[in-house]
């Protein structure tokens, strides 16, 4: 007799980007006999903190959150959210320059978002005012901050709505580094077996190489998670962070990753130095 699929709970947030890769799972596209999903949406600094506690068997975390849960997780060879040359941006209501942004209030979408992380390294001297990603252009409009780390749809649509922009922190990573910014990924929990294990990263690879060969469709889905986004919006969107580091973080990836993590402890914002350990 055939045992029944294990059921493997997979939290990932509802951005456009993660809801385009997880299409071809979420919508049973992309099945096993091995494992079955149970899919749970939640913003990503929600996500960083159940990680913590082991919550989920698969969940997509920030790269900065790695650290804090390593001892629990491995990171996942598909899924990762990378900017290359582009990603995280400092707005504000006014022109600003970059050397300006010391000493300043910057509302962030939390503190173990890699977008912090990158922002930390660039300028360790800020008020960090934590504020839902989503109300952080409210904030610098309002002018209760003077600066605002967007992620998301905002690094599009800024512009149109009268900010300034002060840094993008992926170009710049890039400009010294030499690398891509690794910013979101996907981990497991280190208890499940190593067939399990392998199983789920094959069927993210397939989910996302699904939503690539299915692009209307998949878009389609994940506009609904788009925040009053276009279509036209959400295809760049998308276009900018599932790319082919997405399919297979290969060995640049890796490589990003704990670049971005050492320089982190280097500088005293993370307590321990981990080494970043891919499966699949």
């Given at each position: 007799?055939?045992?029944a699929?294990?059921?493997?709970v997979?939290?990932?947030?509802?951005?456009?980007?993660?809801?385009?890769?997880?299409?071809?799972?979420?919508?049973k596209?992309?099945r096993?006999?091995?494992?079955?999903f149970?899919?749970?949406?939640?913003?990503?600094e929600?996500?960083n903190?159940?990680?913590?506690?082991?919550?989920y068997?698969?969940s997509?975390?920030?790269?900065?959150a790695y650290?804090?849960?390593?001892d629990?997780?491995?990171?996942?060879?598909a899924?990762?959210?990378i900017g290359?040359?582009?990603?995280?941006m400092?707005?504000?209501?006014?022109?600003?320059?970059?050397?300006?942004?010391?000493?300043?209030?910057?509302?962030?979408?939390?503190?173990?978002?890699?977008?912090?992380?990158?922002?930390?390294?660039h300028?360790?001297d800020?008020?960090?005012i934590?504020?839902?990603?989503?109300?952080i252009?409210?904030?610098?409009?309002?002018r209760?901050?003077?600066a605002?780390?967007?992620?998301?749809?905002?690094?599009?649509?800024?512009?149109?709505?009268?900010?300034?922009?002060i840094?993008?922190?992926?170009k710049?990573?890039?400009?010294?580094?030499?690398?891509?910014?690794?910013?979101g990924?996907?981990?497991?929990?280190?208890?499940?077996?190593?067939?399990?294990?392998?199983?789920?990263?094959?069927?993210m690879?397939?989910?996302?190489?699904?939503?690539?060969?299915n692009?209307e469709?998949?878009?389609?889905y994940?506009?609904?998670?788009?925040?009053?986004?276009?279509?036209?919006?959400?295809?760049k969107f998308v276009?900018?962070?599932?790319?082919?580091?997405?399919?297979?973080?290969?060995?640049v990836?890796?490589k990003?990753a704990?670049?971005?993590l050492?320089?982190?402890?280097e500088?005293?914002f993370?307590p321990?130095?981990?080494?970043v350990e891919?499966?699949?």
């Amino acid at each position: 007799m055939k045992s029944a699929p294990q059921e493997i709970v997979s939290a990932h947030s509802p951005d456009s980007d993660d809801a385009f890769m997880f299409y071809g799972l979420a919508t049973k596209k992309v099945r096993s006999p091995l494992v079955s999903f149970r899919h749970v949406l939640e913003d990503i600094e929600s996500l960083n903190r159940k990680a913590m506690e082991g919550r989920y068997e698969l969940s997509a975390i920030s790269y900065h959150a790695y650290p804090y849960v390593a001892d629990k997780y491995v990171l996942m060879s598909a899924g990762s959210s990378i900017g290359d040359g582009y990603g995280p941006m400092l707005i504000a209501a006014r022109p600003m320059e970059a050397e300006e942004l010391k000493g300043k209030r910057i509302a962030v979408p939390g503190k173990l978002t890699s977008a912090f992380l990158a922002l930390s390294l660039h300028e360790p001297d800020f008020q960090a005012i934590v504020t839902p990603f989503d109300k952080i252009m409210n904030a610098v409009r309002e002018r209760t901050v003077d600066a605002g780390l967007i992620i998301h749809e905002g690094q599009l649509t800024f512009d149109r709505e009268g900010f300034h922009k002060i840094l993008d922190l992926g170009k710049w990573w890039k400009a010294k580094y030499g690398l891509p910014l690794p910013l979101g990924g996907n981990v497991l929990l280190r208890t499940l077996s190593a067939e399990m294990k392998k199983e789920c990263c094959r069927l993210m690879r397939e989910s996302i190489q699904y939503a690539l060969d299915n692009h209307e469709e998949a878009l389609a889905y994940a506009l609904q998670f788009a925040r009053d986004m276009d279509q036209r919006l959400a295809e760049k969107f998308v276009g900018m962070y599932v790319n082919h580091y997405t399919l297979d973080a290969g060995d640049v990836v890796p490589k990003a990753a704990q670049k971005l993590l050492d320089l982190g402890h280097e500088a005293g914002f993370i307590p321990r130095r981990v080494q970043v350990e891919f499966v699949g």
